[in-house]
């Protein structure tokens, strides 16, 4: 049996750039390159071929192996991250930015897109929307552990892939019932968590619905357990009804 669009596999890997290891599914040698994270989630990865997991040229890499096949593969820029495209490099004043001072590296959120502070020329900043990885060759290891055919264990699969938690689930019909401690809805990250789950569900899963029932215990969920904050925040750049007309005036 080999990997074709629409599997659900199993996989360990590591991540290279520039001969430097940059993550790894394996705690061990993620602990080994000095690159542990203890938010992360380390053992094998799902990946289900199809869904823009995996950057182009690996999933392409992926296709045609089998279960047990161990390999290396030297992914360049058209396949990984792309090559570095100038229109999405923008000058943004310099007022958006209301709680920290902009320094370069600075990873920022500006309406709705990430990237990177390049420099600041006076009042104003230069911010790389790129992909930090853009223009690498990325080179991957990897070994394809196990395939997932049953429709519970890949439900349940994409369930603690995608949310992070193990939640009760099972199909009735052509819809996927999910229970979830009905704490969750204080979370913003939930709500965005769940439509992004059903959308996979029912596009991965063939099925018609998917229902989300809450469930009372008087038991309470910490927010550790929806998605992790990163450790360093973005910066939110909001512009405010004086910088709107200072941006028409500089226009």
Same mark, same amino acid.
């Given at each position: 049996?080999?990997?074709?669009?629409?599997?659900?596999?199993?996989?360990?890997?590591?991540?290279?750039?520039?001969?430097?290891?940059?993550?790894?599914?394996?705690?061990?040698?993620?602990? !080994?390159? @000095?690159?542990?994270?203890?938010?992360?989630?380390?053992?094998?990865?799902?990946?289900?071929?199809?869904?823009?997991? *995996?950057?182009?040229?690996?999933?392409?890499?992926?296709?045609?192996?089998?279960?047990?096949?161990?390999?290396? /593969?030297?992914?360049? &820029?058209?396949?990984?991250? @792309? *090559?570095?495209? &100038?229109?999405?490099?923008?000058?943004?004043?310099?007022?958006?930015?209301?709680?920290?001072?902009?320094?370069?590296?600075?990873?920022?959120? /500006?309406?709705?897109?990430?990237?990177?502070?390049?420099?600041?020329?006076?009042?104003?900043?230069?911010?790389?929307?790129?992909?930090?990885?853009?223009?690498?060759?990325?080179?991957?290891?990897?070994?394809?552990? $196990?395939?997932?055919?049953?429709?519970?264990?890949?439900?349940?699969?994409?369930?603690?892939?995608?949310?992070?938690?193990?939640? !009760?689930? $099972?199909?009735?019909?052509?819809?996927?019932?999910?229970?979830?401690?009905?704490?969750?809805?204080?979370?913003?990250?939930?709500?965005?968590?769940?439509? @992004?789950?059903?959308?996979?569900?029912?596009?991965?899963?063939?099925?018609?619905?998917?229902?989300? /029932? !809450?469930?009372?215990?008087?038991?309470?969920?910490?927010?550790?357990?929806?998605?992790?904050?990163?450790?360093?925040?973005?910066?939110?750049?909001?512009?405010?009804? $004086?910088?709107?007309? $200072?941006?028409?005036?500089?226009?």
């Amino acid at each position: 049996m080999t990997v074709k669009n629409g599997d659900f596999i199993r996989i360990d890997y590591t991540e290279s750039v520039d001969g430097q290891v940059i993550a790894a599914t394996d705690k061990d040698v993620a602990t !080994e390159k @000095g690159i542990f994270d203890e938010e992360a989630q380390y053992g094998p990865h799902l990946i289900v071929i199809g869904a823009g997991q *995996l950057v182009k040229g690996f999933e392409e890499d992926l296709i045609g192996k089998e279960v047990g096949y161990s390999g290396k /593969v030297e992914i360049p &820029p058209e396949g990984a991250f @792309g *090559l570095r495209d &100038p229109k999405k490099v923008e000058i943004v004043p310099i007022t958006r930015f209301k709680d920290k001072k902009p320094v370069p590296g600075m990873r920022v959120g /500006v309406e709705n897109k990430v990237g990177t502070v390049t420099r600041i020329i006076g009042r104003k900043v230069s911010v790389d929307f790129n992909h930090p990885l853009v223009d690498k060759t990325i080179v991957y290891e990897y070994k394809i552990n $196990e395939f997932i055919e049953d429709l519970q264990e890949k439900l349940k699969a994409l369930i603690k892939t995608f949310s992070r938690m193990d939640l !009760e689930a $099972e199909i009735k019909d052509d819809v996927a019932v999910i229970t979830v401690p009905w704490e969750l809805s204080y979370y913003k990250e939930w709500l965005m968590i769940r439509r @992004g789950l059903a959308d996979m569900i029912i596009h991965h899963l063939g099925l018609k619905e998917v229902d989300y /029932v !809450e469930k009372h215990t008087g038991e309470r969920v910490t927010s550790e357990l929806i998605s992790p904050p990163s450790k360093e925040p973005l910066e939110e750049a909001t512009p405010s009804q $004086e910088q709107k007309s $200072e941006d028409k005036t500089e226009a």
